[in-house]
């Protein structure tokens, strides 16, 4: 049994314990710890948590670790693993699982999960297609055009 601390902020809460969930299926055990207050940091008492872990990874939803850095300014704690995913788009279950499995393994530390555009069924697509998402030549009409904005400011 391996055993994992996952942790992030607020904004990763509902779907690393979706995660926690399958890889529990899996045979691996992982802990969650949410951190709901940045300032002030309660480092001590996060300490007290992570020092008895076994391995620890933080999840984060941006290109530069902005958490891990401002944990390890305040309290000089470094990750074992980090997960970070800056596409624009939110976090999947099976990207923290399969990231998860990956640092487990060894063979990484550094997790970047990337969205699978290409893997979506016909009903997303058609859906991002009749909501101007992904699709350049069908953009939202203008609020205004040019010529009745010219025309109002004639009037005045």
């Known amino acids: 049994m391996r055993i994992a601390e996952l942790f992030g902020t607020d904004e990763t809460d509902g779907v690393i314990q979706e995660a926690r969930k399958i890889l529990a299926e899996e045979g691996i055990t992982a802990n969650q710890l949410q951190i709901r207050w940045i300032v002030p940091l309660h480092g001590e008492a996060i300490q007290e948590i992570l020092k008895v872990s076994r391995r620890t990874i933080i999840i984060e939803n941006n290109y530069s670790g902005q958490f891990a850095r401002y944990l390890r300014s ?42 699978e555009i290409a893997g979506r069924t016909p009903e997303l697509r058609r859906f991002d297609l009749e909501n101007h998402r992904f699709h350049p030549q069908k953009a939202a009409p203008p609020v205004f055009s040019a010529s009745a904005s010219a025309s109002s400011a004639a009037q005045r």
């Open 74 to 115: 305040e309290t000089s704690f470094v990750p074992d693993g980090y997960i970070r995913k800056y596409d624009g788009e939110p976090f999947m279950p099976h990207h923290i699982v399969e990231a998860v499995k990956e640092q487990l393994a060894g063979t990484i530390t550094m997790s970047v999960p990337m969205h």
